[in-house]
């Protein structure tokens, strides 16, 4: 992207949906211990939960927002090989080392078997399997700009809606009503290729500010929702966190009134060079924090184990938090001063 076509609001939204992702990981263990079932503390974190879980959304809508206005995008071959080149040193990197910080924390011995394993399905750490959505998606991406430039608004907005019906609409439906489940059809694409529409149709087509209100309303009024169908649809024993899910209709709404509500300010009062040029040089380290965070949080958590300390819940978000982005921005930072190592973030 040239310099004076770059877009501020798009560097403060990578780095947003950076550290959302990062706090994720952070409170996912509590999130996700049924024992802390109806606690007022998992009521928080459920809360803090809808905000976090926009941050990969987030990411695909900025990568849909540009590389769907990118003609470069059309050029199959190129496109390829440039995204191929980008994405396949990374992920073979951090592959590798998380299968390893696997072994280790288990005491196995590495087995090329189950790295191979591993590297054939979403990979050997949680965060991983990003990768290989991301993948599939550019390999539809050229063809997709295709019949995204020749849409409207309105065409390009009944798209989005057409993919988000059987996987997230229905799914809505269905959750809140269960007399007659309605399912007539299997999703049509991924689901997480409307967050790429979707990015691309709110930058292209800023709404007024009207429709902007409405979004953040029900982005507001769908967290009493979610709270309500994770603690109704969950028990003490099992937990079915079903507006948690990747694309539930909670994401979409929290990520586009983010995306909007960024945007807008950002044009009200527009960010001093400094901020711009500090969100750049953030926005540039935001992949290799995605990558490395989760080897900082559990050194960091090994750590505390050994010297025995227990942490409350919301000290051990805090300092988790801080922690490891700190640790993992700086990090990363350095990594980037490196003309070798840069090239694993």
């Not at 994720?24 to 802390?36: E, G, K, Q, W």
């Not at 309500?228 to 009134?257: C, D, H, M, V």
């Not at 819940?313 to 988790?320: A, E, I, K, L, S």
Request: charged share 15%.
């Amino acid at each position: 992207m040239e310099e004076k076509k770059r877009l501020v609001h798009l560097d403060l939204l990578r780095c947003m949906a950076t550290y959302l992702v990062v706090l994720l990981h952070v409170i996912s263990p509590y999130l996700n211990d049924p024992t802390h079932h109806g606690l007022p503390l998992w009521t928080a974190c459920n809360v803090l939960a809808f905000l976090c879980q926009a941050g990969v959304p987030l990411f695909f809508m900025l990568s849909g927002c540009l590389l769907l206005s990118d003609e470069g995008t059309l050029d199959v071959g190129p496109f390829y090989k440039k995204r191929l080149r980008r994405l396949l040193v990374p992920f073979l990197c951090w592959q590798s080392l998380y299968y390893l910080e696997t072994c280790l924390a288990q005491g196995a011995a590495p087995s090329l078997l189950q790295f191979v394993r591993d590297l054939c399905f979403r990979g050997s750490k949680y965060h991983l399997w990003f990768f290989y959505q991301i993948m599939a998606i550019y390999l539809l991406l050229p063809f997709l700009k295709r019949i995204t430039d020749d849409l409207g608004q309105r065409q390009l907005l009944w798209l989005i809606f057409i993919i988000i019906l059987p996987g997230t609409l229905l799914r809505f439906v269905n959750v809140v009503q269960s007399v007659v489940w309605i399912s007539p059809f299997a999703a049509l694409m991924e689901n997480y290729i409307a967050f790429f529409l979707l990015g691309l149709y709110l930058e292209k087509y800023t709404p007024g500010q009207y429709v902007r209100w409405v979004v953040y309303g029900l982005a507001l009024a769908f967290v009493p929702v979610g709270l309500w169908g994770n603690r109704f649809f969950s028990t003490p024993e099992k937990l079915n966190l079903i507006f948690n899910e990747g694309y539930s209709i909670t994401q979409y709404l929290t990520s586009a009134a983010l995306f909007l509500l960024v945007a807008e300010l950002c044009r009200c009062h527009p960010p001093r060079p400094g901020t711009a040029r500090r969100a750049k040089a953030l926005s540039g380290l935001s992949f290799g924090v995605y990558l490395a965070h989760p080897m900082v949080l559990d050194g960091f958590r090994f750590v505390l184990k050994r010297l025995g300390v227990a942490l409350t819940v919301p000290v051990d978000w805090t300092t988790g938090f801080l922690f490891t982005s700190l640790v993992t921005t700086l990090g990363v930072y350095v990594l980037s001063r490196s003309p070798i190592l840069r090239k694993m973030i």
